[in-house]
């Protein structure tokens, strides 16, 4: 079982739907990402937070918005996506991103459908 | 160049079989180094761990070469629940991991 629970696990929305993907970890991690994983490739780092605050975009489009309410949770808010951006969404933590040689934990992922 | 290089297979091996992978990496600053295992439709689990001085998990062996920033990943004994996605992870210098394409592995009967 992963210690980094993500909800939902599958979710289909059309493009001028908002939604929200939810993560979700106790480990007393305060490093948490977010990835985006299309079929057959490696998952590309979206968003990382440390210590609740955004440290890294990727150069993400705005239609995607992180928010860290607190160091247990991140949110992925989803406004006016595009049918390419289905993919999977992972989510994960670490320790503390100032440290080396500290591996992420992912979540299940969230299978997101664009239609 | 990508900063993190598999061959990415696929790897067909019959049970039994000893198999490894390969990786290289550019950036020599980096001081951290993974194998994840993806099942299909899965997330990424982490299966090990790489040290300087190499390190064993049962029928699982990982090498790193700094001077050449290679590192390897050995599999000895293949089970058929051995197939999976196989991914090389190498941290950058700020400890943001960097992922290989990955190596597809499928064990047969």
């Known amino acids: 079982d992963t210690e980094v629970t993500q909800t939902p696990k599958h979710l289909v929305m059309g493009m001028t739907n908002k939604k929200s993907l939810k993560c979700e970890q106790h480990?007393?991690?305060?490093?948490m990402y977010w990835y985006k994983q299309k079929a057959k490739k490696p998952p590309e780092l979206m968003f990382v937070?440390?210590?609740?605050?955004?440290?890294i975009n990727e150069s993400v489009p705005s239609r995607f918005s992180p928010e860290c309410p607190n160091s247990s949770l991140l949110n992925l808010h989803l406004h006016a996506l595009q049918p390419e951006d289905s993919a999977l969404y992972l989510c994960a933590s670490s320790q503390d991103r100032g440290v080396s040689n500290q591996p992420q934990h992912f979540g299940d992922g969230t299978r997101l459908s664009i239609l | 160049r990508k900063e993190v290089e598999q061959d990415p297979g696929p790897f067909n091996v019959p049970e039994g079989a000893t198999v490894a992978f390969n990786c290289t990496y550019s950036n020599s600053a980096s001081q951290s180094f993974f194998w994840y295992r993806q099942d299909c439709r899965k997330e990424p689990k982490l299966l090990m761990s790489v040290y300087s001085s190499g390190n064993e998990d049962g029928r699982f062996t990982a090498q790193l070469n700094r001077a050449s920033q290679y590192i390897s990943l050995l599999i000895r004994d293949s089970k058929l629940s051995d197939s999976a996605t196989y991914l090389c992870v190498v941290n950058s210098p700020n400890n943001d991991m960097r992922f290989g394409a990955g190596t597809r592995l499928t064990v047969k009967p």
């Open positions: 937070y440390s210590y609740e605050k955004l440290s």
């Open positions: 480990m007393g991690h305060r490093a």
